[in-house]
């Protein structure tokens, strides 16, 4: 039987396309066609009361369904926080739509610019509209205390905005604090310090796009900003979070075999 109390598990690793990646024809992509290793499912999280079954998943990706079958048997959870509006991070709410489980008012938690991003545009507006998702705006660095002793704090940061901000978030619960940031262009800039961050928490699942510039031949990198993981590693080393990079792209040769790179199926306690 689980312990009981709450616990993260990490549900995705890798960036918003998922691995294998289309039209990738080098490892790991072909691996995973050939049946030598798994696929990754995108950048995701949750949270779980063991005692209560209370569930929260951060971002809605496009491996939802799985997600959630992982975390709390396919059931609908008890709220989603949303980061921002790029393809890996929101696009799963779809199967809380008729197609699907056709949800009852499942609390969906982002900021006021990925509201009426949401309300304004088809076919996320069928979901408020059919009330599957009840909107809860956030606001930047004001928690939302949750039942069972969890709070959660969003933090702006720094991000491509077509069309929403973008945010981190800060997860508190009764034995640990953990940080999020799936996507931050450079930690330069940031008005705040990543560093002084790390010393405040005891987990950091941060932004871990790319381990160098190389790795993409037909794109200019400084047109895709991310932190490169060494810089990061560098930046936190000697601070007291323990660190853990998420969002990998399917270039990153730390998916086969990064030390510090989370893992589907990973559980903490919180």
């Known amino acids: 039987?689980?312990?009981?109390?709450?616990?993260?598990?990490?549900?995705?690793?890798v960036q918003d396309a998922g691995m294998p990646h289309l039209a990738c024809r080098k490892p790991p992509c072909t691996d995973v066609r050939a049946g030598k290793r798994k696929?990754?499912?995108?950048?995701?999280i949750g949270i779980r009361d063991e005692e209560t079954g209370a569930s929260y998943i951060f971002d809605a990706t496009p491996d939802f369904r799985e997600q959630l079958h992982a975390l709390n048997g396919g059931e609908a959870p008890d709220g989603i926080f949303l980061t921002h509006a790029h393809i890996g991070h929101y696009t799963g709410l779809m199967y809380l739509g008729k197609e699907s489980i056709n949800a009852i008012e499942v609390p969906v938690y982002c900021t006021r610019k990925m509201a009426e991003f949401l309300t304004s545009n088809?076919?996320?507006?069928?979901?408020?509209k059919n009330k599957n998702i009840v909107l809860r705006v956030v606001e930047p660095d004001k928690p939302v205390d949750l039942p069972g002793g969890m709070r959660v704090t969003p933090f702006l940061v720094p991000h491509r905005e077509e069309f929403t901000d973008t945010v981190g978030y800060m997860i508190e619960g009764p034995r640990k604090r953990v940080v999020f940031i799936p996507d931050i262009d450079r930690w330069e800039k940031w008005d705040r310090s990543v560093r002084d961050l790390a010393d405040e928490v005891d987990l950091l699942f941060l932004d871990g796009s790319f381990s160098s510039p190389a790795e993409i031949g037909s794109r200019d990198i400084t047109q895709i900003p991310h932190p490169m993981m060494p810089h990061t590693r560098e930046l936190l080393r000697g601070t007291r979070g323990e660190l853990w990079f998420i969002h990998l792209n399917h270039t990153n040769?730390?998916?086969?075999?990064?030390k510090d790179v989370a893992r589907e199926g990973m559980e903490f306690d919180l």
């Open 253 to 258: 040769p730390a998916l086969c075999g990064g």
């Open 1 to 13: 039987m689980p312990e009981p109390g709450w616990k993260l598990t990490v549900l995705g690793v």
């Open 39 to 44: 696929p990754e499912k995108v950048s995701c």
């Open 122 to 128: 088809g076919p996320w507006s069928l979901l408020v």
